[in-house]
């Protein structure tokens, strides 16, 4: 293009670069964001900031590296990078990547904890069956 040739059009692209989102559909708290209350969606979530309350997703939630949850969440999957001290029921998996730090009560059908994950609180797995829960509380922080 020549100096006064015509411009194309850019579309600004959603910033996915921390999450496990696919394509712009969604709800992002943003780096540098408090959200404090209670809400429902039925869109994938992206926290990067800070949430304090009550989440009720029907769908995947991810916490970034720099996001912080506190409260009470109930999700269909949580797939944490970031931290959190709250009351989690998932309805499929909860994964903990390498920089999660997770503090509280999980109940879920499918725990996932990498290496270096961070887990001090009670676990309860769930038959995917219903059939007979297993409840395991453990500190993984040495004494």
Do not use: W, Y
């Not at 964001?33 to 991810?62: L, W, Y």
């Not at 109930?74 to 944490?80: A, C, G, M, R, W």
Request: charged share 20%; hydrophobic share 35%.
């Amino acid at each position: 293009m020549g100096l006064f040739g015509k411009k194309e059009a850019v579309t600004p692209q959603a910033d996915t670069s921390q999450s496990s989102f696919s394509g712009n559909n969604g709800t992002i708290i943003a780096e540098g964001m408090t959200f404090e209350g209670e809400f429902f969606t039925e869109e994938q979530m992206d926290i990067r900031g800070n949430v304090k309350g009550k989440i009720n997703s029907t769908v995947d939630t991810h916490i970034a590296k720099t996001g912080v949850h506190e409260g009470i969440m109930n999700v269909k999957s949580l797939h944490l990078d970031g931290k959190v001290n709250s009351e989690v029921v998932c309805a499929d998996v909860a994964a903990l990547g390498p920089c999660a730090e997770f503090r509280g009560s999980l109940s879920t059908k499918f725990f996932e904890a990498e290496h270096g994950s961070d887990f001090e609180g009670s676990l309860t797995l769930r038959s995917p069956m219903n059939v007979s829960p297993h409840n395991n509380s453990f500190n993984t922080k040495p004494e």
